[in-house]
């Protein structure tokens, strides 16, 4: 059973999912009808015509199936490239710890308390589905948060139902603990992703989604795909970023794979180009398996090693993008198993690291929401997790060689939830900042920051990206793919510029920093900055274009969103456009005192209002003075732990910040 759904009937639907109408559509409502529904009948079309291949196959091809099961590993049939069958198959506590999505959790060091209730995540699985009658998904009333999203009864099977527990077991058995305990899950087959998951987000407002398969290098000791298709931007690819740029809050998560020890001839290199079919789209985040050796102790948890597990698919794509984004843990992962409701079992490979990051990402989009009321455009999310990733070459635990920078073994680093919380928590109060905003044809963006000691300046910039021209059949085309390049630079009081990070194609795996062309994430860094204004600029080469019915889908100039992070200790806006009232909060993060100083804007009185993370007032003060400097303190002792929102009002206008009370 198949859910085909065109946007504009979505409003006759009933749901009986967890995240509210009023939530979707929020996320929905700037949304194009038009060319969504022109998208929905292109990826229909795309589908119908892959199947269409296959069934002609095993039609001339009697001696082939549709399904092989090799080393009980189950392959199915995904396309004829060729005339060649191309087979796809499928690639908690302590994996919590590993990625530090405990410290979002009730108890856990940020006083958090997430744990994805009333949030969906679509889970798509090669030939099965999770078992939703496991007691890890078994509500108190009896009923499941695992629910089918394609059938009417289940096809269970042992990776479906551990990739599920890895999202969202709920800890009946702590040591199987998913990432989001409390989420709902809806369940797919694979067969007709492309098309589903902008489907199930239309209906539900699902924001992520898991693909833990794809397709391997090699079956059964035969090479399963031809030399040019590793790291080549083909027809998959393209659907997946024109699903996801016409769907700007949704995001797919996908598996690197599990080639990393094969090997084939005409690659980029030894060890390099390994990522197939749509692993090599732009918007999506690919995820790698991070080995990262968890030991228990009196005292918690400890880790003992971290190294990039072998198996795991390296990057980079033909053009040199730098892919995977990031690494999770995904190796020897303890879960829910197909046996019976009670059935546990291990499993490594990317296809667990996948699922740790996107049940953590819907984590991080719980807590924006918790904290703004909205939630994240997908390349705020991807611009977050890849800003506050661990970079091997920072991480202690691990005892491989490192590479300074973004690489394509482990993308930007290891995903680090509980840094990624902390960037949430301190946007706009002076030690980050998180921006969505849109760049229009020929305009630059600039904000001035003021940084006032010697902690590493970092800005971070992501956009959704039209989808580009298909590379398909070419052998490692080099030929940008990118559609909108903008570009993001720091530059210092004396003028002095500093540049992306890169990868180098002449010299991989390494990276430099310079003019990057082919990513859709820009990173630059500033190590140890001296205090002083910094100006971060955004800005575009050529003319910026939206899709259309022109010439290679053109649709002439038009405007490019994108996402912006900001990190560096005791860092202050010096735009007076982004803090008009001139607003001084200090200490930060406040413990007892909030001290606080801004000018008035006319004759208006003011008044000052601490509101807690769901809008509640907390404190409330109206100053009287006839002077135009208003400064003032609020005893804090007695308020929880946790966010606020101090909100000033003057006669029609209201500026808001949020504080941190410790």
């Not at 796809?88 to 308390?113: C, H, Q, V």
């Not at 551990?162 to 800890?171: F, I, K, L, S």
Request: charged share 15%.
């Amino acid at each position: 059973m198949k859910k085909i759904i065109f946007f504009v009937s979505l409003v006759s639907f009933s749901l009986c999912f967890s995240q509210t109408r009023e939530q979707r559509d929020k996320i929905l409502k700037d949304y194009d009808t038009n060319a969504i529904n022109s998208l929905l009948e292109e990826i229909n079309a795309y589908e119908f015509s892959k199947q269409e291949r296959i069934n002609n196959y095993l039609l001339l091809n009697p001696d082939k199936q549709k399904e092989l099961l090799k080393n009980e590993k189950l392959f199915i049939l995904h396309d004829i490239l060729d005339d060649k069958p191309i087979y796809i198959s499928s690639d908690n506590r302590e994996s919590a710890f590993s990625i530090k999505t405990n410290t979002l959790y009730p108890g856990g060091d940020l006083g958090l308390n997430l744990e994805g209730e009333n949030m969906i995540l679509g889970v798509w699985e090669t030939g099965g589905h999770g078992r939703p009658t496991h007691v890890e998904f078994t509500n108190s009333d009896g009923t499941s948060r695992v629910s089918l999203g394609d059938a009417t009864t289940p096809n269970i099977g042992f990776h479906a139902a551990h990739v599920a527990g890895t999202v969202g077991a709920n800890g009946v058995n702590i040591s199987a603990k998913g990432m989001a305990p409390k989420s709902s899950i809806v369940a797919y087959n694979s067969s007709s992703d492309s098309s589903e998951t902008v489907n199930e987000h239309l209906l539900s407002g699902m924001l992520v989604t898991n693909h833990s398969y794809g397709v391997y290098l090699y079956v059964d000791g035969e090479q399963n795909v031809p030399d040019w298709y590793p790291g080549c931007y083909i027809n998959e690819s393209v659907t997946i970023d024109n699903a996801l740029y016409n769907n700007p809050y949704l995001l797919r998560v996908f598996s690197a794979g599990n080639s990393g020890t094969e090997s084939y001839s005409n690659g980029l290199g030894p060890g390099l180009d390994k990522l197939t079919a749509g692993k090599t789209n732009k918007n999506g985040i690919i995820v790698a398996n991070a080995n990262i050796g968890v030991q228990s102790t009196p005292f918690g948890m400890t880790i003992t090693g971290a190294s990039l597990a072998p198996s795991s698919s390296q990057g980079p794509t033909d053009d040199g993008r730098i892919k995977p984004d990031i690494a999770a843990r995904g190796t020897n992962v303890y879960s829910c198993a197909d046996d019976s409701d009670t059935s546990y079992g291990t499993a490594t490979g990317t296809s667990m690291a996948a699922p740790s990051a996107s049940g953590t990402i819907l984590l991080l989009q719980e807590h924006y929401n918790n904290t703004f009321g909205e939630f994240m455009k997908s390349s705020t999310v991807k611009a977050l997790v890849c800003h506050t990733a661990t970079d091997d070459a920072d991480n202690d635990n691990v005892t491989a060689i490192p590479y300074p920078g973004p690489d394509p073994f482990w993308g930007w680093g290891l995903l680090n939830a509980e840094l990624a919380a902390q960037t949430i928590n301190n946007s706009g109060s002076g030690s980050s900042i998180i921006e969505e905003n849109t760049l229009n044809n020929g305009e630059t963006y600039s904000i001035t920051v003021n940084v006032s000691d010697s902690q590493k300046l970092m800005a971070t910039l992501c956009w959704t990206d039209r989808a580009g021209n298909s590379q398909y059949g070419l052998l490692n085309s080099a030929t940008p793919v990118l559609v909108n390049d903008l570009d993001l630079r720091i530059t210092n009081s004396l003028g002095n510029e500093f540049l992306p990070w890169k990868l180098d194609l002449q010299n991989l795996p390494y990276a430099i920093k310079g003019d990057n062309i082919v990513d859709v994430i820009e990173r630059v860094e500033v190590d140890i900055p001296s205090a002083g204004e910094y100006t971060i600029t955004i800005s575009h080469k050529g003319n910026l274009t939206i899709p259309g019915n022109g010439p290679g889908g053109n649709g002439g100039i038009g405007p490019q969103d994108y996402s912006l992070v900001v990190t560096g200790a005791n860092m202050t806006l010096s735009n007076p456009e982004n803090n008009p009232m001139g607003l001084l909060i200090w200490p930060i993060p406040s413990k007892n005192v909030l001290n606080f100083q801004y000018m008035l804007k006319n004759s208006n009185n003011s008044s000052i209002s601490l509101l807690d993370i769901h809008g509640r007032l907390v404190h409330q003060i109206s100053p009287n003075t006839n002077n135009n400097l208003i400064k003032g303190s609020i005893d804090t002792s007695s308020f929880s732990k946790g966010m606020y929102v101090l909100s000033i009002e003057q006669g029609n206008k209201i500026f808001k910040k949020k504080v941190i009370l410790q």
